[in-house]
């Protein structure tokens, strides 16, 4: 955690003589390219210095410091970014890194929270970091389902006094145990004054007599290890910023690397700056509705879904659909999947829809294990590992019959799937099916839910995130119970079937030496070039060795035998252990990403359902058989797409389960490159230099911003 290699709040290099004798000192090591790891102060820093960069050197060149031929052959300096902040304040991207990891301890903290608070019937009031940004306080109260959230862009309605004690108050009514009510540290009313979390306690204490505590996070939220997230984040960008330093000309504007979706951009690094001013500016002037715009996309987006999941409509002021949507899970569990039928629920409810939810998964169904869900149901769920409705593998060839049947009973008129491969198989059979049961030609929607991140159709599944933590800090525990010990080498076995997703980025998390997968054919000089590469690393400071295998990645060159193999050729350099991790990789509570993840893309599966819905009701009845009512909502590059599984077929391998193509294999060679193995990258994939999208604020005209 924190940084190796330290950092400062510099007051000297805000002065001119402080920025000369940086230049001074970057001429005396020949250094013309800089990477800058910070938030945007470091950065807005960073340009100037690179702004006044000639003249610098014209004045280190007057005053004798430095040779006229030394400024000439270093006149340019270059610069790229990449934004360091636990807020998420820096606009242009979706994630800066360490907000993943302090949305960690956030969450930590919520959780035990919640269990106290449950225990006695309290009311907590929860401080947050973010001076300027709420990015923090509402992605915690979006992945805890917080009753409140109070954040700077975005304050409350005049006369939000009485509206929080009477929802307070209603929830208690409806046997809610615990209230949890969230503030960013920069909390502001309408009137730009400060909302703190002592005020909000005092009037809860005064209006309703709840017994309510305060706790403030403070600099915990900065510690701890990295989540997997930020690890895999980071390691990314760092190589992306070198990338853009090697394109860089004198012509280039300074950029910043960040991520957008899941793909690498590069955007001008002022036009972020003043992007992230102007939001500042539009709260300070209280138009914030401009601000939320400008603090982009994903932001905006959370703040819709958290309106949408967090207050209940009153029965009245429902929109009456008619229509019934019912929501399963199949295939095995995974984390996330309670929080995405949560939003589901919810999402539907409020859509005029009811909801029904379905036990088991097909086999369930078929047994006619079915009932429906009210808002309430689903309180507290996002946390919750595991499959709280209950899951199975069974695919439903072998029930079409009693399926329809089911269908029919209940008037089912749309379908929700959250799971994993066998889910997408489900789907592809269910419209296959069509022909010869018309109940099935309904809308049916597939959220991928997998640790494996084996589907089709998209670059993240649900659960793979928690897997991924999972791993990575067994990797930790087990690489630190070797540092007494020395020059010893793990080898731990992944779970994912034939994908080598947990393996791989696992391995590129945790500071693996090699990774074993499926997709990438190894054979035995493969495994003794590593084994040597590992002695040879036992002769250096760093005597211990990681190396995982996913569990399929060769039916001969089992654990076991790389176990025997490593052992038997390290004899007398280093001595070996093995572990086989197993069902610890399924468990635990969902990670703040896949909360949030599940959530978000839910929520955009209903309002996709309930448009097919309308489009497909013909004469009293839904009616529909084509290939683009059977879709898989998954995250392609930077968008969440919904894609017709017949589609998909064409691009996945049944017989192993895994796409034939998959975007993560571009980071294998980054993995070898950090374990020191010589090895070319494949730079196909870098960001191209692009610009901030500016969204334009409502009613006025282009030329404004």
């Not at 907000?99 to 930590?108: P, V």
């Not at 209940?312 to 996330?336: D, I, Q």
């Not at 059979?429 to 494996?452: D, K, N, V």
Request: hydrophobic share 40%; with cysteine.
């Amino acid at each position: 955690g924190g940084t190796v290699i330290g950092s400062a709040r510099c007051k000297a290099f805000r002065t001119h003589e402080g920025r000369l004798q940086a230049a001074y000192n970057l001429i005396q090591r020949g250094i013309t390219n800089l990477c800058v790891i910070g938030g945007d102060g470091s950065l807005t820093g960073a340009n100037l210095f690179r702004e006044e960069w000639s003249g610098l050197l014209d004045e280190l060149v007057k005053n004798g410091k430095i040779e006229a031929a030394a400024a000439k052959k270093y006149s340019h300096l270059n610069i790229v970014g990449m934004v360091g902040s636990i807020d998420n304040d820096f606009c242009g991207t979706d994630m800066t890194i360490g907000t993943d990891s302090a949305l960690h301890r956030i969450i930590e903290v919520v959780d035990a929270i919640m269990t106290t608070a449950q225990s006695h019937q309290r009311t907590f009031v929860l401080e947050v970091m973010g001076r300027h940004c709420g990015y923090l306080a509402l992605v915690s109260a979006l992945a805890c389902g917080a009753d409140w959230v109070f954040i700077p862009e975005s304050p409350p309605e005049e006369g939000w006094e009485d509206i929080m004690c009477g929802k307070l108050s209603e929830n208690r009514a409806r046997k809610k145990r615990l209230n949890i009510i969230i503030v960013s540290e920069g909390a502001i009313d309408r009137l730009n004054k400060p909302i703190t979390s002592e005020k909000i306690k005092d009037l809860v204490v005064s209006r309703l007599g709840f017994d309510t505590r305060v706790t403030i996070l403070g600099h915990v939220q900065r510690g701890g290890t990295p989540s997997a997230f930020d690890r895999i984040l980071a390691s990314r960008m760092g190589v992306e910023c070198v990338l853009a330093l090697l394109e860089a000309t004198p012509e280039t504007p300074a950029c910043v690397v960040s991520l957008c979706g899941n793909q690498a951009v590069r955007l001008p690094l002022m036009e972020c700056v003043q992007m992230t001013q102007e939001v500042q500016k539009a709260m300070d002037e209280q138009r914030f509705e401009d601000a939320v715009r400008l603090r982009g996309r994903s932001f905006e987006n959370n703040l819709n879904t958290y309106k949408l999941l967090s207050h209940k409509k009153k029965v009245s002021e429902l929109p009456k659909s008619n229509f019934n949507v019912a929501v399963l899970n199949v295939g095995a569990p995974a984390a996330g999947m309670n929080g995405a039928v949560r939003s589901a629920v919810r999402v539907g409810i409020t859509e005029g829809h009811k909801m029904f939810a379905v036990n088991d998964g097909f086999e369930g169904f078929a047994k006619g294990q079915i009932q429906e869900i009210k808002w309430g149901d689903v309180g507290g769920w996002t946390g919750q590992g595991g499959s709280l409705l209950g899951t199975k593998r069974t695919l439903p060839a072998k029930y079409f019959g009693d399926i329809a049947e089911q269908i029919r009973a209940n008037s089912i008129h749309a379908l929700l799937v959250i799971g994993g491969f066998e889910a997408f198989e489900s789907m592809l059979q269910l419209a296959e099916a069509r022909g010869a049961y018309e109940e099935l030609c309904i809308p049916m929607c597939i959220l991928p839910a997998t640790i494996s991140n084996n589907v089709p159709g998209t670059d993240l599944s649900l659960g793979a995130d928690t897997a991924l933590n999972a791993i990575m800090q067994t990797c930790d525990r087990i690489k630190q119970s070797a540092s007494g010990t020395k020059r010893r080498v793990f080898i731990i076995e992944t779970m994912g079937g034939y994908c080598g997703y947990l393996a791989n980025m696992g391995g590129l998390a945790a500071g693996a030496d090699a990774a074993y997968i499926f997709e990438e054919q190894f054979d035995i000089r493969e495994l003794q070039a590593n084994v040597e590469h590992l002695t040879e690393k036992m002769k250096t400071s760093i005597q211990r060795g990681l190396v995982l295998r996913n569990e399929n990645s060769n039916e001969n060159y089992t654990t076991d035998f790389i176990y025997q193999l490593y052992s038997e050729e390290g004899k007398g350099v280093f001595d070996c252990r093995k572990n086989v991790l197993g069902h610890m990789q399924q468990g635990g509570a969902p990670s703040p990403f896949d909360r949030n993840f599940g959530t978000k893309i839910s929520a955009k599966a209903i309002q996709w359902i309930s448009r097919k819905l309308k489009e497909t009701y013909r004469k009293g009845r839904i009616f529909a058989n084509t290939e683009d009512s059977v879709c898989l909502l998954g995250m392609r590059r930077r968008a969440l797409l919904f894609q017709p599984v017949v589609q998909l077929r064409d691009e996945t391998d049944f017989k192993h389960r895994i796409p034939k193509e998959q975007w993560w294999l571009k980071l294998r060679p980054l993995m070898k490159i950090l374990a020191k193995y010589k090895t070319s990258y494949d730079i196909s994939d870098a960001g191209q230099l692009e610009h901030v999208h500016v969204p334009r604020p409502k009613g006025s005209d282009a030329g404004a911003i």
